[in-house]
């Protein structure tokens, strides 16, 4: 997808002490009316269960936030069960709807969150099939259909639009497959929701995954939504909060700037969504032609607006995060769970590229077309000179090896 130019008033850029932040596929800046409401949140400090006027002037906040994230997509507000961010709901979902012993199919691609909570079903008796993709990360419809068939399935996920590629998958269609074979269906929202139009009802999930930080919301809120009649199990046990779903003190500020966050992204939604297409189209042609030997990853338009995976062979991947870094230019890249560079990416592997470490950009509002230009303009140099450094260590070593020898 192709979009124009940004109209007057272009965006600033999301700026830490010395640099442009480009990796909001990790997390988005807190957006001002994130901020704001987190901040008045602070003077919420009752306990919501409580009936004293602190309790209540705390619960309203916490119901107002409720219906907020219910409206924005397109869920009831005794659906949604707010946790402590996308990793919680994601474990609350699996675990809570799945149980021990039971058999969760899930694509191969799933973040590690998703991976995480169902192995650790696995652990306790159960199986996890992992349905392949292709090489643009697309799931395999029909394996997928095949698998959730088979005795004893009682969990899908798949998630919405990948973590690292930023494929988007064919969600609707699964769930349609997994409710016809009788199967909860599960998916991970988390780089979708904020990002692009997301209907909870349109999908036809039973219990879908979001968090707050990933469009611009603060740390620590995330949401699970379950849908009427799903059963789940409390995670963690203790009281009777969010409908016995999820025990333990909501974080009122964060819960009310996620609601602030994503009230604000749904305002513009669809002109920021083309502006970042627009800006990712541009990267995607520019790293492989002006870097030789470079890749760019995932569906060229079955996408999310906002990332863009690559790998550069040849260079030492830490050694070019941390020049793009010196630059001014804070891009992520490496293991999802780790943080290490060097480390091969499993998501690439699973698209037939295994031993390939990742590079990923991610994108936001305040994103400027400056940054994709200085991007695009340091990167050949840069893999250029690391690529000259490293041929000369390794004629060095060459040598030294057979003068020895």
Do not use: K, Y
């Given at each position: 997808m192709v979009a124009s130019r940004p109209r007057a008033g272009r965006p600033r850029a999301p700026l830490t002490d010395d640099g442009t932040y480009l990796d909001e596929a990790s997390g988005a800046p807190p957006s001002p009316a994130a901020r704001d409401a987190a901040a008045r949140a602070l003077d919420a400090f009752g306990d919501p269960l409580f009936l004293h006027r602190p309790g209540r002037r705390a619960r309203a906040v916490l119901e107002r936030a409720r219906e907020e994230v219910a409206a924005a997509i397109g869920a009831q507000p005794d659906e949604v069960v707010f946790t402590s961010g996308g990793t919680e709901s994601v474990a609350l979902a699996i675990g809570g709807a799945a149980g021990p012993g039971g058999r969760v199919v899930v694509s191969a691609v799933e973040h590690p969150a998703v991976l995480g909570a169902a192995q650790a079903l696995a652990a306790e008796g159960g199986e996890v099939v992992r349905v392949p993709v292709d090489a643009a990360g697309r799931l395999d419809l029909d394996r997928f259909a095949a698998e959730i068939r088979r005795p004893g399935t009682i969990l899908a996920s798949v998630q919405h639009a990948n973590h690292e590629v930023g494929t988007l998958q064919p969600v609707a269609e699964a769930a349609r497959l997994a409710r016809e074979a009788g199967v909860r269906f599960h998916t991970d929202a988390c780089q979708t929701v904020g990002r692009l139009p997301v209907d909870v009802q349109a999908l036809g999930c039973d219990l879908l995954s979001l968090s707050g930080r990933k469009f611009g919301g603060p740390p620590g809120a995330g949401v699970l939504v379950v849908r009427r009649g799903v059963v789940l199990r409390a995670r963690p046990h203790g009281d009777e909060r969010e409908r016995r779903r999820r025990a333990g003190m909501?974080?009122?500020?964060?819960?009310?700037?996620?609601?602030?966050?994503?009230?604000?992204?749904?305002?513009?939604?669809?002109?920021?969504?083309?502006?970042?297409?627009?800006?990712?189209?541009?990267?995607?042609?520019?790293?492989?032609?002006?870097?030789?030997?470079?890749?760019?990853?995932?569906?060229?338009?079955?996408?999310?607006?906002?990332?863009?995976?690559?790998?550069?062979?040849?260079?030492?991947?830490?050694?070019?995060?941390?020049?793009?870094?010196?630059?001014?230019?804070?891009?992520?890249?490496?293991?999802?769970?780790?943080?290490?560079?060097?480390?091969?990416?499993?998501?690439?592997?699973?698209?037939?590229?295994?031993?390939?470490?990742a590079f990923r950009v991610g994108i936001g509002r305040r994103t400027p077309e400056e940054a994709i230009d200085q991007l695009l303009e340091t990167l050949p140099g840069l893999v250029a000179g690391l690529r000259t450094v490293e041929t000369a260590a390794a004629e060095s070593l060459a040598r030294l090896r057979r003068d020895r020898g």
């Open positions: 909501p974080d009122l500020p964060a819960i009310a700037g996620l609601a602030a966050a994503l009230q604000e992204a749904l305002r513009d939604l669809p002109d920021q969504a083309a502006r970042q297409w627009g800006l990712t189209d541009r990267l995607r042609a520019g790293i492989p032609a002006r870097v030789p030997g470079a890749r760019v990853h995932g569906h060229p338009t079955q996408r999310a607006p906002h990332l863009v995976c690559f790998s550069v062979p040849g260079v030492d991947p830490e050694a070019l995060l941390m020049g793009l870094d010196d630059r001014g230019l804070h891009v992520g890249g490496g293991s999802v769970v780790s943080g290490a560079p060097g480390e091969p990416s499993p998501v690439l592997e699973a698209m037939g590229l295994p031993g390939t470490p």
